[in-house]
């Protein structure tokens, strides 16, 4: 089967989207030809994969992101059979009537707590919706099938050779208020912890990292964004991981950390007892090549 997919970014150093490079790499060696169109294009090896992007990193308009979109789906379509929209339920609303035209399948992958008419229309359009997080939105559909995470357990692992620092605590993901990193920090000078942070900020997010940045001690650093290799290096030195995000979402940094070994400590009770294993990558691509037909 040829695949077309949808994405924000194609790029193995983005400090939040790195991780799909190598999930494009593995839909790469199950699918007959992989098609990629990004929002935005950064570095990437991916010699199996065509990406196309829709033009971000070159600062066009809106409206060319637009046209290219239109005219990728349409000049592509002998290459793909099936659409797998990964988290913009955007381009479902954007492209069905292409796509229904053409009797091309779509499979949406959205994983956010909340959503909205424009979901339910995107849900409604899709063949199937993949999520995994039991209080996503999109759970609540019998279209809907719940899906491992999609971690790389050959790559996030531990490592002999690195030495993992005592009393050390690590905070890793966005710098935003639903990470509730003031209270992560409030949590570290209670426990007497040496601590580092590490994450983007984005523009939307700057007054709250802004606030962070002044909460910082000589005891918690603030080490910025990390690419997937940083990130898996602090996961192996670290001895634990902290991770403050409420119920409602699952962060993937969660079974990252648990695979290099850190010890966890997490507010999220559906997190509790997941196991790595179930949530490979490896396994991913096995339950998706299952429902994608």
């Keep these: 089967m040829k695949l077309l997919i949808l994405t924000q970014k194609v790029d193995k150093d983005d400090p939040i989207l790195g991780f799909f490079h190598r999930w494009a790499e593995e839909f790469a060696k199950n699918f007959e030809k992989v098609t990629v169109i990004c929002l935005e294009e950064g570095e990437h090896n991916l010699p199996g994969v065509k990406v196309l992007s829709l033009g971000k990193e070159k600062n066009i308009s809106k409206f060319k992101y637009l046209l290219n979109f239109y005219r990728y ?17 955007e381009y479902v609303l954007l492209g069905w009537k292409t796509w229904w035209f053409l009797g091309k399948k779509i499979y949406l992958w959205r994983n956010h707590a909340k959503g909205n008419l424009l979901t339910r229309l995107a849900v409604l359009l899709s063949h199937k919706v993949f999520y995994t997080s039991p209080q996503s939105f999109t759970a609540r559909f019998k279209k809907s099938i719940q899906m491992p995470v ?48 590490a994450g983007p900020i984005l523009p939307e997010d700057k007054e709250y990292g802004e606030k962070v940045l002044k909460a910082l001690t000589s005891k918690i650093k ?9 990130a898996r290096r602090l996961y192996q030195s670290h001895e634990f991981y902290v991770n403050k995000t409420p119920p409602g979402s699952f962060d993937k940094t969660i079974l990252e950390a648990r695979a290099c070994d850190a010890k966890l ?25 299952s429902e994608i037909s």
């Design 73 to 89: 789906i349409w000049q592509e379509r002998n290459n793909y059979d099936a659409v797998f929209v990964h988290m913009n339920q």
């Design 150 to 197: 999609g971690i790389d357990t050959g790559f996030f692992k531990p490592d002999p050779m690195v030495e993992r620092e005592p009393n050390s605590v690590l905070f890793l993901g966005r710098i935003s208020p639903v990470k509730r990193v003031l209270e992560f920090i409030e949590w570290v000078k209670d426990n007497h912890y040496d601590a580092t942070i």
């Design 222 to 230: 603030y080490v910025g964004p990390v690419t997937q290799e940083e």
């Design 265 to 289: 400590v997490i507010d999220n009770p559906l997190a509790q007892d997941l196991r790595v294993e179930d949530h490979s990558l490896k396994f991913l691509m096995e339950k998706l090549l």
